[in-house]
């Protein structure tokens, strides 16, 4: 439970405390390269226009401005996510860590560079179970939920139209396999069954093997658990070539305009879902970024704006930059009691904050922080068809 502390004692708490004005930096780390590198550009345009948002008010700490700092994890290679998050540290002197995006880079940061360096992180899209678990000493978050909420959900929707029986494909990592233990699962418990499940490798030129066996095993639909610029685009193109299966189902880190630019109208009737809610922040939020040129709707970039804006009002809290000083703040931050807080709401915030008054940030995914330190979690199911991604409802 948040203490509600009184404006003067706050006020003075942060005389002591706050920081002269400074210029913030705040490391974006994501796949700018690599297997989510079509949608990557959405993600990084959430985070920094709430780093612009926050500049332009001129109320972090007595004027502090915000830059992001840019660095590729390549979502897949986690000696080069490493030395990557390594030199934001130590050669551009961030002081957080927006990102990263994939599961697998993600720890590998986490436990090499962030812990070492005691620098907070706060991931938009690493939604691997196993990071509910791993040690952080305290200094990681997430914004997008863990994948065992969207097996659940994943099974949910699968069955509401009737499907009982599925194959399931799985990239080789840990985003992949995380994600397919805990649809399989949640899908056996609810009745269904999985014919087979099978890892795939991103990076092949030929997946006719992997689809071969996959449509040996049977199944009304395929589960593409992948990657929507790899070896999960090739999974279905061979799919369709073969005739082994028309209709796929598609989590999170398969959903990218991209995809079905590529594929076409033989991906129409696929489905699947993706973190994201309906919330009123969610409708300020895409009205903030068309505003600003880029999809709100894109996976992970309200996630994206939500992590950034996390990190600056916890600072504010606090009254420092220093991760060892502001980490602590973040949980309280998101959740309840205290005055909502939309997009756009940023220099809002800090004033409350500043007021030593209580805050609840919503943000733009409807924020609600539990366990260690991780989003309840909100999904948008969506169907393809048109050429476009179509929101059927949202869980």
Known sequence: MKKLLTAT??????AASAVAAEDVKIGVILGFTGPLES???????????????????????????????????????????????????????????MG???????????QNVARANGVVMVSPSATSPALSTAEDDGLFFRTAPSDARQGVVMT?????????????????????????????AAFEAAGGTVTISAAHEDGKADYSAEVGALASAGGEVLVVAGYTDQGGKGIIQASLDTGA???FVLPDGMVGQELVDTIGSDLDGSFGQYPGTDSKGSEVFQGLAAAAGFDGTSAFAPESYDAAALIMLAMQAAGSTNS??????IMDLANA????????????????????????YVGATAVELIGPGESAGNYREIEIGGGAINTVRFR
């Not at 830059?67 to 290679?77: F, G, L, M, N, Q």
């Not at 990263?100 to 986490?110: E, F, M, P, Q, R």
């Not at 069955?159 to 399989?184: C, H, P």
């Open 9 to 14: 004692a706050a006020s003075a708490l942060l």
């Open 39 to 97: 949608i990557t550009p959405m993600m990084a345009a959430g985070a920094e226009m709430a780093m612009a948002e926050v500049t332009a008010s001129g109320k972090l700490l007595d004027g502090s401005t915000v830059t992001p700092v840019r660095a590729d994890s390549t979502c897949i290679d986690a000696a080069a996510a490493t030395a990557a998050a390594e030199r934001l540290i130590t050669s551009d002197n961030v002081n957080a860590i």
């Open 100 to 110: 990263a995006d994939c599961s697998g880079v993600t720890g590998a940061i986490l």
């Open 156 to 184: 949910d929707v699968i069955m509401e139209r009737g499907i009982k029986t599925v194959a399931l494909t799985y990239t080789n990592n840990d985003y992949g396999k995380g994600l397919a233990d805990s649809f399989q």
């Open 245 to 247: 299966f028309d209709t």
């Open 324 to 329: 060892a000083d502001f980490a602590g703040k």
């Open 337 to 360: 009691p205290g005055e909502p807080i939309l997009p756009g709401e940023l220099g809002k915030a800090l004033d409350l904050i500043a007021a030593g008054q209580d805050i609840d």
